[in-house]
C-alpha cells in the first residue's frame, strides 16, 4: 500500500516552534511532488508548502515564507516542515499529501493548482495558543 503518515503536531504557544514529520511507505523519494497542507474548519484547505524533485523547488504560502521550510530526506523516506514563529493563525489541521507517481510536477504547479495529488496522510493538529 502506498501510504504517508504524518506526525509532530502539538499545542504551542505564540512565537514557538514545531517540526512535523510525513513519512512514506510504499514509494520512494527518487522522484517526488509532495507537500504539506492544512484547514481549519470552517475554512477550505489551503496550501502550506510543497516540494518537487522536478526542478529542486519549493512553493510556501505567502503567510508561511520566511517562518516555515520544507525540506525531504531521501533516504529516509521522509518529508519534514520546520515551523517557526507561530502564530495562532496557523492553528489547522495539517496534512502532507504527494502525487504518485510525480508525472514531472514542479513545485509551483503542485502548491498552487493541487495538480495530481492522489496520496493523502491522516492529519495531525497544531494548535498555537495567543
Known amino acids: 500500500d502506498v501510504q504517508l503518515q504524518a506526525s509532530g503536531g502539538g499545542l504551542v504557544e505564540a512565537g514557538g516552534s514545531l517540526r512535523l514529520s510525513c513519512v512514506a511507505s510504499?514509494?520512494?523519494?527518487?522522484?517526488?511532488?509532495i507537500g504539506w497542507f492544512r484547514q481549519a474548519p470552517p475554512k477550505g484547505r489551503e496550501t502550506v508548502s510543497c516540494i518537487s524533485s522536478i526542478d529542486n523547488g519549493t512553493y510556501y504560502k505567502d503567510s508561511v515564507k520566511g517562518r516555515f521550510t520544507i525540506s525531504v530526506d531521501v533516504a529516509k523516506n521522509t518529508l519534514y516542515l520546520q515551523m517557526n514563529m507561530l502564530e495562532s493563525e496557523d492553528t489547522a489541521i495539517y496534512y502532507c499529501?504527494?502525487?504518485?507517481?510525480?508525472?514531472?510536477?514542479?513545485?509551483?504547479?503542485?502548491?498552487?493548482?493541487?495538480?495530481?495529488?492522489?496520496?493523502w496522510g491522516r492529519g495531525t493538529l497544531v494548535t498555537v495558543s495567543s
Open positions: 510504499g514509494f520512494t523519494f527518487d522522484d517526488y511532488a
Open positions: 499529501a504527494a502525487a504518485v507517481p510525480a508525472r514531472g510536477l514542479n513545485a509551483q504547479t503542485l502548491g498552487v493548482y493541487g495538480y495530481g495529488l492522489n496520496v
